[in-house]
């Protein structure tokens, strides 16, 4: 690999999903999408880049910095002609991101390339062979992009003693040892993420992340497998020194924390978490948020009054199912009874419950698919109702392919939302059709209706509603041009 300097051309870029996995085609259609949430990762470690003195670092986004969701000519051009190209993906997004790094190679043989995120985490060999990647961090990058970067200005051919990074030396793929997590102290020292002008004109949501990780071990998830099962909070000054970065950027907060609140039946955490939230009510920087918590935190009203008081009403929940025996199949440490009980806490303290649910594991039959609709339609004030979606690097993943039941590997279905397995009790297309179905009729003109009535949150119902029905939200997410394909595909194959 060739010597970089500080003053080298440095391009960091993560695309969005794509229709059919195509570089540049039309954007996918599905709730993540229509978000237009920055990258996680990257606009950390342009941060990181800049403070150490890297002089010309551009960040490309063609939600933010192309047309259409689309790379322009001018952005292909300052991504082939980067000394350095750094990339970030998750497996939905990964046929066109090797797609880019094959094309940046073609035209800029010289160039490094350098991949991380999940995806590139659990299938570094694909990556750096198929995909011409020339180094991969697996996990966080976070403490050693600068090292990395300071060596490729003085010996690039010898990577030796970097942690966490996997890399191409002739037709050898060489593992560094790994790199652990940063400790809680590291992550209050980590620069807040740099967001050009552009990115902060274009953002809907600002994210806000002041947690990592998940303490739960659920089989379909890479967060654990990612993270390593460990759960960690940011000092409580980052996150109000980040709120003040993102003042003004968007209308909303995402706290993008997998798990907001963590541990909360360790009386530890749970003190952890209150002082946070307080904080966050106190600053005046706080607005309306939105977060990812367990359904447990219902459980503490002292957390669910703490959330509220920092504005976080809106709470995206992974119920993932009423069926107990699902519940067990998919490690998840809460039962039922807990799952019902608590939502309907939740709706009593007048938070807005987005549950996440899954259909389609081998516990489930047409029968229970029928009565989570149902339950849906009378618990939630929206619904993300998901396929089961093995996800390299889970362990669902091991077993299904283990069991021959992956029956695509086109990673750009691998959304939540298109059936890509074969379940047991259904064929691939009933349980696609399943989901769909109860799409519709959670989202018809009459559910709406009848949420709307009885709403503590008028306008968030009332703008969904809007979305779903006057601007098409529903047909383009459930008939796109991809998902009709897919549709056909389950055909042939049930």
Not at 92 to 100: D, G, H, K, S
Not at 350 to 376: L, Q, S
Not at 390 to 417: C, K, V, W
Request: with cysteine.
């Amino acid at each position: 690999m060739k010597k970089l300097t500080k003053q080298s051309r440095i391009v960091l870029s993560e695309l969005p999903p794509y229709q059919h996995g195509v570089l540049n085609a039309s954007l996918a259609e599905d709730i993540y999408s229509q978000s237009k949430n920055p990258a996680r990762a990257l606009h950390f470690l342009t941060a990181l880049l800049i403070k150490d003195g890297w002089t010309n670092v551009q960040i490309i986004n063609p939600i933010y910095h192309g047309k259409n969701g689309q790379l322009t000519g001018q952005n292909f051009r300052d991504i082939y002609s980067s000394d350095a190209l750094l990339f970030s993906t998750i497996t939905r997004t990964a046929p066109q991101t090797m797609q880019l790094v094959k094309k940046y190679h073609e035209i800029n043989p010289g160039g490094i390339a350098i991949g991380g995120g999940p995806d590139p985490t659990f299938r570094k060999e694909k990556y750096l062979v198929d995909g011409m990647a020339d180094i991969i961090f697996r996990g966080e990058a976070d403490r050693n992009l600068v090292t990395l970067m300071e060596r490729l200005t003085l010996s690039p051919d010898d990577l030796s003693g970097i942690g966490g990074i996997s890399y191409r030396s002739g037709s050898s793929i060489i593992d560094n040892e790994p790199e652990p997590l940063l400790s809680v102290e590291e992550l209050g020292r980590v620069p807040h993420p740099f967001y050009d002008s552009e990115t902060r004109r274009g953002v809907r949501t600002a994210p806000l992340e002041t947690t990592r990780g998940c303490p739960n071990d659920c089989e379909f998830c890479s967060v654990t497998k990612f993270y390593g099962k460990k759960f960690r909070v940011k000092p409580i000054q980052w996150t109000l020194d980040e709120l003040k970065n993102i003042d003004k950027m968007g209308r909303w907060i995402f706290y993008s924390s997998d798990n907001l609140t963590g541990n909360n039946h360790l009386p530890e955490s749970r003190k952890t978490a209150l002082e946070m939230l307080e904080a966050i009510a106190k600053s005046k920087y706080k607005r309306k948020g939105i977060a990812q918590v367990t359904i447990d935190v219902a459980e503490y009203p002292e957390l669910v009054s703490a959330l509220g008081k920092a504005g976080i009403d809106f709470l995206c929940i992974g119920i993932e199912s009423i069926n107990p025996a699902a519940l067990r199949e998919m490690r998840k440490p809460y039962t039922a009874a807990q799952n019902i009980r608590n939502v309907k806490l939740l709706r009593e303290a007048g938070r807005w419950n987005h549950g996440m649910m899954i259909i389609g594991f081998d516990a489930d039959t047409p029968e229970i698919a029928e009565a989570t609709t149902e339950y849906a339609k009378e618990s939630l004030d929206s619904w993300q109702p998901f396929a089961p979606t093995p996800n390299p690097g889970t362990d669902m993943y091991a077993r299904l392919e283990r069991e021959g039941r992956i029956i695509t590997h086109d990673f750009s279905l691998y959304d939540g939302q298109h059936v890509v397995i074969r379940p047991k009790n259904f064929t691939p297309y009933a349980l696609q059709k399943t989901i769909f179905d109860g799409m519709e009729d959670f989202y018809s003109k009459k559910e709406i209706a009848r949420r709307f009535v009885k709403s503590k949150h008028k306008l968030n119902a009332l703008g969904i509603g809007a979305y779903i029905h006057l601007f098409g939200g529903k047909r383009r997410m459930l008939y796109n041009p991809q998902t009709r394909a897919h549709l056909e595909f389950l055909r042939s194959v049930s």
